[in-house]
């Protein structure tokens, strides 16, 4: 880098293009079910009885309760979280060693909001030509128009964001309507405020931005993928060299024409879900054999990064594939199959071709990286004059030559690349890697849906008070002290029973309660003091450490459990 290289790059707008097809349609339903969650899930009312709150998912950080419909997390079992956090990152790796980065693409916040956004921006501004008209244009009555028009959706959609999020931290009705009559608490004005400018910001101004700058996740992903990763891709051996010309257009005949003048159709396996039985390859004006890419640039024009998939993996690109909508639209246009750019991995390409050429860059290097790339030797003439008489060869070569610096020329494209098969879709999915992913995954999942049907409703623990570990009574017995915490996990008021069982006679005693019997409150802990006596006479009384167990039982239910400690004797 030269000394006087910019270290800041000004932000290049984007008005990324309208696209339509299976991609984007399934996008479009994530987005619906993605929103539609976050905002309808505080809603949702579930009824745990008269002391619990009815909101179905509900963090309670004033109780510290986590309400997830019929299940309630209480603080000590802070490991289910644990154990769920685990597993979305593990499910994270799993997707993106299989799939790279479909998180970024489909799902992730920056994402959806920014196609809303983008939504809202189409609907009031036009499509990709008529905001480039309006960003050129200058200021007037009408741009203003648009644009504060487009600015007021979008603070809309950015508060009622910020509103939903804080909904699920207090019961969402009453905290709607204190929020409306000016009642509710600072921190909830706060919350919803910062989140709707960042929302706003984000998804309305930044953007790429946020994806390329100040995510570390486009960093970090390459050491989850792997060649055979499956990542939206373009067939460069299928597509190059690139250009107009031949059967560019919609016009039948012509393609029709230009397939018999190369010798009719042929077969092409590329590309999965591709049409097997297409027309030859395309000739240029001047008569050379072109690639299916028509330097249409709609994969560009669709990008919301801005950038060219046929330049190769960049970390720019969240894979969210509307260029393959794109492409495809373009390919069935000028009746070429599907998957000219597609969800493919690096041992997708075909093999090297004896003076073959391959022009993609590995996975993660720059556009801009001239000089590192695949190292496959240049096409020599012999060669490509052996594969045009219709000679065959597809190993790689053995002691190839020294590598070539990719330099943009055009690939040696050859029926041979063409009529490459890549592997099927499931040997991408199913490897060892991802198949231990999944195995990991599931046994966390498994392991948390064991604890969580067989942890009980009723629990104690015990802390035996250590200053003085014993006292001795008038009469000459042993009296030891403990602090029992009782959790009722019922959604009513229980009796407790407090019991022992031990070597000795020993008997217990509760502080400020009449009996061994106490009223725990509904969903709640209670505190109890304990006392357990030896008679003089017990051995107990005279041993250093006795072991003792202690039990509550649920007069209800009948519903026991117990925990063990220590009884301190004094030793004679
Ligand atoms: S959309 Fe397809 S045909 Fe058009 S430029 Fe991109 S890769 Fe080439
Ligand atoms: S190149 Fe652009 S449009 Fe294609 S998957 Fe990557 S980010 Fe999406």
Redesign the pocket.
């Known amino acids: 880098m030269s000394d006087n290289a910019p270290l800041f790059a000004a932000q290049e707008p984007i008005f990324p293009r309208r696209v339509s097809g299976f991609f984007r349609r399934l996008k479009w339903w994530i987005m619906a079910i993605t929103l539609g969650t976050y905002y309808l899930v505080p809603w949702i009312r579930w009824d745990r009885g008269p002391n619990l709150p009815d909101q179905a998912v509900l963090v309670d950080l004033a109780s510290r309760r986590f309400y997830f419909f019929w299940i309630e997390i209480w603080p000590h079992e802070f490991y289910f979280v644990a154990g769920l956090l685990i597993m979305a990152g593990l499910g994270l790796f799993l997707f993106t060693s299989a799939l790279g980065r479909v998180w970024c693409?489909y799902a992730c916040p920056q994402t959806v909001w920014t196609d809303l956004f983008l939504l809202v921006e189409r609907w009031i501004e036009g499509d990709r030509n008529a905001r480039l008209r309006l960003w050129k244009a200058p200021w007037s009555g009408h741009k203003w128009r648009l644009r504060v028009t487009k600015w007021a959706v979008w603070l809309l959609i950015a508060g009622a964001t910020g509103g939903a999020w804080v909904f699920y931290f207090a019961d969402a009705p009453t905290l709607a309507s204190a929020l409306l009559t000016l009642q509710a608490s600072m921190v909830a004005y706060i919350t919803i405020g910062i989140l709707t400018a960042t929302t706003f910001i984000f998804g309305g101004f930044m953007r790429e931005q946020v994806c390329i700058y100040m995510c570390p996740w486009p960093r970090i992903q390459g050491a989850m993928m792997d060649e055979g990763t499956l990542t939206?891709g373009y067939r460069d051996w299928r597509g190059e060299p690139r250009g107009r010309g031949g059967a560019r257009g919609r016009d039948g005949a012509k393609r029709t024409a230009v397939a018999e003048a190369v010798g009719g159709a042929q077969k092409v396996r590329h590309g999965l879900g591709a049409s097997k039985d297409v027309a030859a390859p395309r000739i240029s004006r001047t008569g050379e054999e072109l690639g299916d890419c028509i330097d249409c640039m709609a994969?560009v024009n669709?990008?919301?990064?801005g950038?060219d998939?046929r330049e190769g993996q960049q970390m720019e690109?969240?894979?969210?594939?509307?260029?393959i909508d794109a492409c495809d639209e373009v390919m069935a246009r000028i009746g070429r199959p599907r998957g000219l750019i597609d969800y493919l991995a690096l041992d997708d390409r075909p093999p090297v071709l004896p003076g073959g050429h391959a022009p993609v860059r590995p996975m993660g290097t720059d556009a801009a990286d001239d000089g590192a790339q695949t190292g496959v030797p240049a096409p020599s003439a012999a060669a490509r004059a052996d594969l045009d008489a219709g000679g065959t060869v597809s190993a790689p070569v053995a002691g190839a030559a020294a590598p070539a610096p990719y330099a943009g020329e055009a690939p040696f494209i050859t029926p041979h690349s063409r009529d490459w098969t890549p592997q099927p879709l499931w040997k991408h999915v199913l490897r060892p890697r991802t198949l231990i992913y999944t195995a990991a995954w599931a046994s966390i999942g498994f392991a948390l849906l064991f604890a969580l049907f067989i942890r009980p409703e009723i629990e104690l623990t015990v802390a035996p008070v250590r200053n003085p570990t014993f006292v001795t009574l008038s009469d000459g017995s042993i009296r030891n002290t403990y602090d029992i915490r009782l959790r009722n996990k019922h959604g009513e008021v229980r009796d407790f029973e407090l019991s022992l069982t031990a070597d000795g006679a020993l008997s217990i005693d509760l502080e400020g309660a009449e009996g061994t019997t106490v009223d725990v409150p509904a969903d709640a802990t209670m505190l109890q003091r304990v006392y357990v006596v030896a008679d003089p006479g017990d051995p107990a009384a005279t041993r250093q450490r006795s072991p003792l167990r202690l039990w509550v039982e649920d007069t209800a239910s009948g519903e026991r459990a117990y925990r063990d400690t220590i009884f301190n004797g004094k030793e004679s």
């Open positions: 693409g939206v994969c669709v990008c919301p990064m950038i998939i690109c969240i894979t969210c594939a509307l260029c």
